[in-house]
Nanobody
Framework: QVQVVESGGGLVQPGDSLRLSCATSGRPLSPYAMAWFRQAPGKEREFVAGINRAATTRYAESVKGRLAISRDNAKNAAYLQMNSLQPEDTAVYYC????????????????????WGQGTQVTVSS
């Protein structure tokens, strides 16, 4: 059974940092792309950051410069370093995995990813 598990969320104050982790298991081959999405109450799930097998990254404009995605191909894991967190970053953060190649791009749409974790809550509040 393929499994994706996120961890590292929590309650922090504005300006604080968090590091989210995404661990995958159950499939020997490395993912083509891993991405972080987030969903706030009453809002659509939105793309935050993604990284492909070649370490090409892509970010939502709103988080560029504050958040950084990375991956460990040996561990089939991905991470999201979140700095200077603000209340608008409050959401459930989901790790998504695409297994099949898609050129050299990092897709931004939810439909391009087939395996999802259960999410980890990030709350930024003063």
């Amino acid at each position: 059974q393929v499994q994706v598990v996120e961890s590292g969320g929590g309650l922090v104050q504005p300006g604080d940092s968090l590091r989210l982790s995404c661990a995958t298991s159950g499939r020997p081959l490395s993912p083509y792309a891993m991405a972080w999405f987030r969903q706030a109450p009453g809002k659509e799930r939105e793309f935050v950051a993604g990284i492909n097998r070649a370490a090409t990254t892509r970010y939502a404009e709103s988080v560029k410069g504050r958040l950084a995605i990375s991956r460990d191909n040996a561990k089939n894991a991905a991470y999201l370093q979140m700095n200077s967190l603000q209340p608008e970053d409050t959401a459930v953060y989901y790790c998504a995995v695409r297994w099949s190649p898609l050129g050299t791009t990092v897709p931004r749409s939810t439909g391009e990813y087939s395996t999802w974790g259960q999410g980890t809550q990030v709350t930024v509040s003063s």
